[in-house]
C-alpha cells in the first residue's frame, strides 16, 4: 500500500511564502514522476508544478518565477517553494506521485490534500 502525506498548508498574507511537502511510503521502488496540484472552490483541478526522476521540471504558467519544485529520489518526497503568494492561490494542493513502481505493477497516487489560504 502506497501512501502521500502531505504537511505544510496554512493561513499566509498575500505576498508571503509556504513550503509544502509530500512524502511517499510504502514498497515502493521507483516513482517516475511527483507533482502538485491544486483545486480551488468551484474550479478544476490544475496542474501546479511537476518534476520527473531525472529532475525535469514543468510549471503552470500562473506560478513561474513563483514557486520552485524539488524532489528527493532516494527519499520518495517532493517539495514546493511558494514565494509571492497571491489570493489566487488559495486552494487545496494535491500531491501527486504517477508511475509509481510496487513489485510488478505501475501505478499512480494522490494525497489527501492540504489547504493553502492567502489572505489579501
Known amino acids: 500500500q502506497v501512501q502521500l502525506v502531505e504537511s505544510g498548508g496554512g493561513l499566509v498574507q498575500a505576498g508571503g511564502s509556504l513550503r509544502l511537502s509530500c512524502a511517499a511510503s510504502?514498497?515502493?521502488?521507483?516513482?517516475?514522476?511527483m507533482a502538485w496540484y491544486r483545486q480551488a472552490p468551484g474550479k478544476q483541478r490544475e496542474l501546479v508544478a511537476a518534476?520527473?526522476?531525472?529532475?525535469?521540471?514543468n510549471y503552470a504558467d500562473s506560478v513561474k518565477g513563483r514557486f520552485t519544485i524539488s524532489r528527493d529520489n532516494a527519499k520518495n518526497t517532493v517539495h514546493v517553494q511558494m514565494n509571492s503568494l497571491k489570493p489566487e492561490d488559495t486552494a487545496v494542493y494535491y500531491c501527486?506521485?504517477?508511475?509509481?513502481?510496487?513489485?510488478?505493477?505501475?501505478?499512480?497516487?494522490w494525497g489527501q490534500g492540504t489547504l493553502v489560504t492567502v489572505s489579501s
Open positions: 501527486a506521485a504517477q508511475g509509481v513502481v510496487v513489485g510488478y505493477t505501475v501505478s499512480d497516487y
Open positions: 510504502g514498497n515502493i521502488f521507483s516513482i517516475n514522476a
Open positions: 518534476i520527473n526522476s531525472g529532475g525535469s521540471t
